[in-house]
């Protein structure tokens, strides 16, 4: 299920809510009817009661006493039982309603693109998941019918005390417009304290997250008293915005209860004189007496869930401003859509393209500009204009800043070109549907995440069913990204369990499988970036090795530092500021002697002049 959260834009929270809510209308039906039961029998207990006063204490007729107790007992059963199914039913409508929100969340969460996840802070997202989800299912559960208890007690008490004497029920009712000024005022003052106790919690979460990963780099520069610090200032904060809410609640409370005692006060000193003159039966103030915690109970809680309900409006904002948020990489199966063109504000209509069946993987740069959504006007990749052939061998070089991972991030469209356009098999990238591009490009990115699984479960995890759980595939796999050897030697071997995003493997050990994984997938295109950094020269130059005796169908793209990674390449380019400098296979750019041969030379330590007539390539 998935609400378009645009259409009610502009409408009120309960609305936009609503498209959640209606699977389990007959619950609330139910869980009403049951709430209708249990308020009659509220209202009916006092008049119970005072008929025990009236006809049996006053009266003296002790006959009818067994008969208006049994009735009592009867009446408070079917209000307890009608009571507890009410609750049972609402709850289940809350967690039901919860559960559908949260999926849709995550999805989309998996819909949205490189763009969002650079600007928005871990925390900020697991609040919306998890605090904000459940402030709406509160009120869905608890709240919502705690309003409606109190305005249907209130309502219903004072109806039946005007019914007992209508000057008293008068003299009541002269306290509650000064319930609903005060109320209004409060909800006023704590809507924006609630946002702020929000973010604040959100910034401390991102923080703790983030602290979390980064223990070892904390530890390693003994710098716990460092990040305590920063922590307790977030901490404060948090502390501060809520005794902000808890001064505005002080502020208004008291008075709320203070219209509770004089409540109280009127019903015992009017009502009390009202008996004395014999306008009103003892058993008639009874009943008024109870009927007065129906008024004075509303009274009460009506200040927290004011608090509730603006607690409520601030999470449905922040929930509505994730499921809101726009990718700038539009899906054409799902969209019918729009993709990015001449700048990050323009948009032009995109239909889904006849594709092959099969990718061959054939990449093409035409004249490619690139910038970010935010900051359109400085461009990261500039004119980039290559033709890599299906099957073939692409190494891209280039100091840190130059583009590169921009450039092959391109590629299975994480990001769309600003100018000019990037395609694949001769179709426009931004016409293929992203499943079936992303289907058939595996990334190794050098930013290597593994998950807390088995390494098995690891390689597995992008191959398709028949091989996921072939332990004869995923040690093929793993032999060819060089980790079979490390594997092996592992307590448990291929079902030894990686810690939380790989804790306790090196780095070339993390890379190793994070290139496994990736070829597990049988990927057209594969797209290595900077991925055997961490390994010794001799593991990477078997790594090489193996891949150049994969099948010759795969396109294999492959980011640098080594000229050892792309010396056997096809085709060679070298990233300066965003522009192709220099291009060509590995002779051919040793040949020109520009940044491809100073690179080379730094590396490899060769002098200039053996290299100039090209007698050691």
């Known amino acids: 299920m998935y609400v378009d959260p645009k259409r009610n834009a502009n409408a009120s929270n309960l609305r936009w809510l609503m498209p959640y809510c209606k699977p389990d209308v007959p619950k609330v039906v139910g869980a009403q009817i049951l709430y209708a039961v249990s308020a009659a029998m509220a209202l009916i207990t ?26 009592l007992v009867v009446v408070t059963l079917v209000r307890d039982i009608a009571y507890y199914g009410n609750q049972m039913w609402m709850e289940r409508f809350g967690q039901n309603t919860v559960y559908r929100l949260v999926s ?47 305005v249907v007690m209130f309502i219903g008490a004072l109806a039946m005390m005007t019914s007992i004497d209508w000057r008293l029920a008068l003299a009541l009712a002269c306290v509650t417009p000064f319930l609903f000024i005060f109320t209004h005022q409060f909800s006023q003052k704590a809507k924006p304290l609630f946002l ?115 607690r409520f409006n601030a999470s449905c904002v922040n929930i509505r401003r994730l499921l809101t948020a726009k990718p700038h990489v539009n899906d054409p199966a799902k969209t019918g859509a729009t993709a990015a063109a001449d700048d990050a504000s323009a948009v ?6 006849p594709v092959p069946e099969t990718m061959r993987g054939d990449i093409r740069f035409t004249h490619v500009d690139f910038a970010f959504p935010d900051d359109p006007e400085t461009l990261i990749l500039q004119d980039i204009d290559f033709h890599a052939p299906a099957g073939s061998r692409l190494g891209i070089l280039g100091e840190t800043g130059a583009g590169k991972s921009t450039l092959i991030n391109l590629i299975a469209r994480f990001y769309d070109p600003t100018a000019g356009s990037v395609s694949i098999d001769g179709v426009d990238a931004r016409r293929w549907p992203l499943r079936e591009l992303r ?56 079902q030894t369990v990686v810690g939380e995003r790989g804790v306790g493997l090196s780095g070339g050990q993390k890379q190793r499988l994070s290139l ?24 990477e130059a078997q790594i090489q090795q193996h891949l150049r005796e994969l ?22 380019l070298v990233l300066e500021h965003g522009r192709i400098a220099e291009r060509g296979t590995h002779d051919d750019l040793i040949a020109k002697h520009g940044r491809y041969w100073e690179i080379y030379d730094k590396q490899l330590g060769m002098q200039a002049g053996t290299l100039a007539d090209g007698s050691e390539n």
């Not at 602290?211 to 200032?233: C, L, M």
């Not at 099948?551 to 060679?572: N, P, Q």
């Open 46 to 71: 006092p008049l119970i009661a005072a008929r025990i006063v009236d006809r049996v204490i006053e009266q003296g007729l002790v006959n009818e006493l067994v008969g208006l107790c049994i009735a």
């Open 104 to 150: 849709d969340e995550y999805e989309k969460l998996h819909t949205l693109d490189f763009d969002y996840f650079n600007h928005t802070r871990t925390g900020d997202i697991m609040s919306r998941m998890t605090s904000d989800t459940d402030a709406i299912r509160h009120l869905l559960s608890w709240v919502s019918y705690q309003m409606v208890n109190c």
């Open 196 to 310: 702020a106790i929000r973010n604040s919690l959100a910034s401390m979460n991102s923080m703790v997250e983030e602290n979390i990963e980064g223990n070892r780099v904390v530890k390693a520069f003994v710098r716990e008293d460092y990040e305590t610090q920063k922590f307790d200032e977030r901490n404060d904060d948090y502390m501060d915005r809520n005794m902000d809410m808890a001064m505005n609640t002080r502020r208004y409370l008291p008075r709320l209860d203070w219209l509770g005692f004089a409540l109280q006060l009127i019903t015992l000193s009017l009502g009390g004189f009202l008996v004395a003159r014999g306008y009103m039966s003892l058993g008639g103030l009874v009943a008024f007496s109870s009927y007065l915690w129906m008024i004075d109970s509303p009274i009460r809680q009506f200040g927290w869930l004011v608090n509730d309900w603006q």
């Open 348 to 353: 032009q209509k995109v239909t889904p393209a």
């Open 439 to 494: 289907s058939q490009i595996a990334s190794v990115s050098q930013d290597v995440f593994l998950f807390s699984d088995t390494i098995a479960g690891n390689i597995g995890f992008a191959a398709a069913d028949e091989h996921a759980d072939d332990p004869n595939y995923v040690r093929r796999m793993a032999q060819i990204a060089g980790a079979d050897d490390f594997i092996s030697h592992m307590p448990e071997g291929y």
């Open 516 to 539: 496994a994984r990736a070829l597990a997938d049988d990927p057209a295109i594969l797209v290595m970036d900077d991925t055997t950094s961490a390994v010794d020269m001799e593991t």
């Open 551 to 572: 099948d010759d169908h795969k396109t294999i793209v492959t980011i640098a530092h080594r000229i050892s990674s792309v010396k056997d390449c096809d085709l060679i």
